[in-house]
């Protein structure tokens, strides 16, 4: 076990006692493989109803990589390509995961880590005729990957234009739970569920031992995912255990007050650090926030907390990312922001 506490992401502890709890109640249970059990199939029906939608299509997978490749490359024709911020975690932090499916990546200047129909035009503009891909989806991340959430005006925005141009907009939940739980939030899962063609559920910054639910709009457009699945090697024979997860997730709220918590811990170190003047990079509205912090105080915070050096500024600052999750302790927390005028 690590001596420092960790503010690095939202995943390393475990998962909540609910779903340990439903893993051993069930463990000797008898149950059908391949995602069929009946934690899946009533986790599915959770799902459905909570985004008020009973011809969506629900798979659990383990992973974000996993889903981003999987989605993206089941709906995209060999010589299409998605559109995606420059800041994107399926172009920064997927080790060319898309490429290597033989689909190209069109990365488009972001603006607080959200991108814009204008944008999305730009690269639908550039690529002409059949020398070159041709773009036929969006991806975004909700939260971003810098902390910051899309409006509903704003998705409403893009989803509209995706429609009128005949692309299919994706949306990476990874941190769905905080992007929805947000005091700055105004979209709900049922508008998400709406709005995009295809986002998913992260449960493994929330709470999750592993796993993200991806929901499809409607069968249509899931047609044959499921034999994809497979042949990629995602589908796993024990699905009980992904299915466990969503079960204890949202069976009741749980996956939203999990979000929730994250959020408030982030924001009482927010405040804390505004509070003795300094500036962030992005506005802190999630449990991601990214304060810019001199040298001199990083490295004394460094001894007793671990988090990223998000970007070298000059020779005195730096942005530094914290992040908060659903287990953070308030104690912590208040030793985090009692240690800060120490370290300045």
């Known amino acids: 076990m690590q001596s420092k506490i960790s503010f690095k992401n939202d995943y390393s502890e475990g998962a909540h ?28 029906s959770f799902i459905k109803k909570r985004i008020n939608n009973p011809d969506a299509e629900v798979y659990f997978v383990s992973g974000g990589t996993q889903a981003n490749m999987l989605v993206i490359s089941h709906l995209l024709k060999p010589y299409e390509s998605v559109i995606a911020a420059d800041t994107g975690h399926i172009e920064v932090h997927e080790t060319g995961a898309i490429e290597n499916t033989g689909h190209k990546i069109n990365c488009i200047p972001n603006k607080d880590g959200k991108i814009s129909i204008q944008g999305i035009q730009a690269a639908i503009d550039y690529h002409t005729d059949n020398h070159m891909v041709k773009p036929a989806m969006v991806y975004i991340s909700q939260c971003t990957e810098i902390g910051s959430i899309y409006s509903k005006a704003e998705l409403e925005e893009i989803s509209s234009f995706c429609k009128s141009n005949g692309l299919l907009l994706f949306v990476d939940g990874a941190r769905l739970a905080t992007a929805l739980t947000s005091t700055y939030a105004d979209l709900n899962i ?33 047609h044959g995912f499921d034999y994809y699945i497979k042949q990629k090697g995602a589908l ?109």
Do not use: C
């Open 17 to 44: 006692p609910n779903i340990l709890n439903l893993l051993s109640q069930t463990n000797l249970d008898q149950e059908a493989g391949y995602g069929e059990d009946s934690l899946s199939l009533k986790a599915k």
């Open 190 to 222: 049922e508008d998400l569920a709406i709005l995009a063609d295809v986002f998913y559920i992260g449960a493994t910054k929330n709470a999750g031992l592993l796993g993200e639910a991806i929901v499809f709009k409607n069968k249509e457009l899931a």
């Open 236 to 344: 796993m024979a024990k699905g009980r255990i992904l299915g466990a997860q969503f079960y204890a997730l949202f069976e009741d709220n749980l996956f939203f007050d999990l979000g929730k918590h994250a959020n408030q811990m982030a924001a009482k170190i927010a405040d804390a650090i505004q509070s003795k003047g300094f500036e962030f990079s992005s506005k802190p509205v999630s449990n991601q926030i990214f304060p810019i912090l001199p040298y001199s105080a990083i490295k004394e915070l460094h001894k007793k907390y671990d988090f990223y050096v998000w970007q070298k500024l000059d020779h005195d600052m730096a942005v530094v990312r914290i992040v908060t999750s659903w287990a953070t302790a308030e104690s912590v927390i208040d030793q985090f922001i009692a240690d800060i005028p120490h370290a300045l």
